[in-house]
């Protein structure tokens, strides 16, 4: 067992989350260890929009040891809301026009690789086809990691991130694991040439469709040569609809819609639809273990926002703060961080999501297309605003539109 290679962090999935925080642990002069259960690229299912801010976070202006242009397929600055594929709105994401907010889309097989390679250039040592089978805590703290199909790898560390999603190895191993409310989405990559199909069928352009899935949304997300066409359930309702009969079905008539609504050409024997279980925040939970030296970060923390179901922006942001926490010694304080970063926040979205979901046809109406609110979203995407802020406004807002449409119902002559 001595004989064994030695790393200061062991890190599980080369996702966001797991490759930012060992690029911040080997430029740190860390010895780390990155394992990806995959051969890179590979195939990840998500819709893959993130705001632009991510590029101030994983600094690549200042870097400059990755470029944005290799992986960035869109840069959209407007969003289109439909109800039921009717009352369309086309809506700004900034209220003036040379505001800088906006989201990218990705591939997150383009993306997750860039990632995991600027880890390795920094020194990291990328261990790919090597899934996380077995965690062992050992005398004077220490953690032996075993990987691989028949276990054929295996290493001591100081201390193991967990970044290796929803049911992730590295909770379940550890002690960690705690079952969440997942959401249940599904998507497709779609062949487009951009010219073609509906007039509002733009590069730039962000749709997203809130009355066909009762208790979710669907989407259609622009890419290089082709779109991402998804759909899902969120909160209590996810969690029911993974176990129903005909949810994949339903699911994938919903994403054939959005494309007869767009006007996309396919096949739909040629569609290849991807399913995955998005964990949304339920509340805070302990994301270290007793002496802190095995933390959780992204998808296996829990940090897919209840209200918009997005995660890779979160996931970098808890894979740099767990980095830096092993980097200073203060690992100990890893759950109070990533809570003070996002309890309040995420609970007021958890609020405001089942509120949303409960009524959505006044949330639409008397929310989603106010002029505002496409901004309002935009902002709280890129963590320019926070859901605090607006969760109780909107609340007695859309109440109080609801309350007088109830009243007027009840005058006489009233139609």
């Given at each position: ?242 176990k129903k009969a005909g949810t994949r079905e339903f699911l994938q008539q919903v994403i054939c819609q959005y494309l007869d609504v767009l006007q996309i050409k396919y096949k739909k ?147």
């Open positions: 067992m001595s004989d064994l290679p030695w790393y200061d962090v062991i890190v599980a999935g080369a996702g966001p989350a797991g490759c930012t925080a060992a690029w911040e642990l080997a430029r740190n002069g860390k010895k780390v260890a990155l394992l990806e259960k995959h051969a890179l690229p590979r195939h990840k299912t998500c819709g893959g929009g993130m705001p632009m801010v991510v590029g101030d976070l994983l600094q690549f202006k200042e870097i400059k040891d990755i470029a944005p242009e290799a992986f960035v397929e869109a840069d959209t600055r407007y969003m289109r809301h439909t109800f039921d594929f009717e009352q369309p709105c086309l809506m700004p994401m900034n209220a003036e026009e040379n505001g800088n907010v906006s989201l990218w889309m990705v591939q997150r097989s383009l993306f997750d690789y860039a990632l995991a390679q600027r880890a390795q250039k920094a020194g990291a040592d990328l261990i790919q086809s090597m899934p996380v089978c077995s965690v062992d805590t050992l005398p004077n703290k220490k953690i032996s990691v075993t990987a691989g199909r028949e276990g054929e790898w295996s290493a001591h560390c100081a201390a193991l991130i967990g970044a290796d999603g929803a049911n992730g190895v590295v909770a379940r191993k550890t002690g960690l694991y705690e079952e969440r409310t997942c959401a249940i989405a599904m998507e497709a990559e779609v062949e487009h040439t951009w010219g073609e199909g509906h007039p509002e069928l733009r590069r730039d352009v962000v749709h997203l469709e809130y009355g066909v899935v009762k208790g979710g949304y669907a989407w259609v997300f622009p890419k290089d040569n082709h779109v991402n066409v998804g759909a899902g359930f969120f909160n209590q309702r996810g969690a029911a609809a993974r024997e040629d569609l290849i639809f991807h399913a995955h279980p998005l964990p949304i925040w339920s509340g805070m939970r302990r994301l270290q273990n007793s002496d802190a030296t095995v933390l959780l970060a992204g998808d296996a923390a829990g940090l897919v926002n209840p209200f918009f179901g997005d995660g890779i922006f979160h996931a970098l942001r808890s894979g740099q703060t767990a980095a830096k926490c092993l980097t200073d010694g203060t690992a100990q304080q890893y759950t109070r961080q990533i809570a003070d970063m996002y309890r309040d926040n995420f609970d007021s979205a958890l609020r405001l999501s089942k509120f949303f979901y409960q009524w959505p046809v006044f949330c639409y109406r008397f929310g989603v297309q106010r002029p505002s609110s496409t901004c309002t979203a935009a902002r709280l995407l890129c963590g320019e605003a926070v859901f605090g802020d607006i969760t109780d406004r909107v609340i007695k807002r859309v109440r109080a539109a609801m309350t007088h449409r109830q009243n007027d119902a009840r005058k006489p002559g009233h139609k």
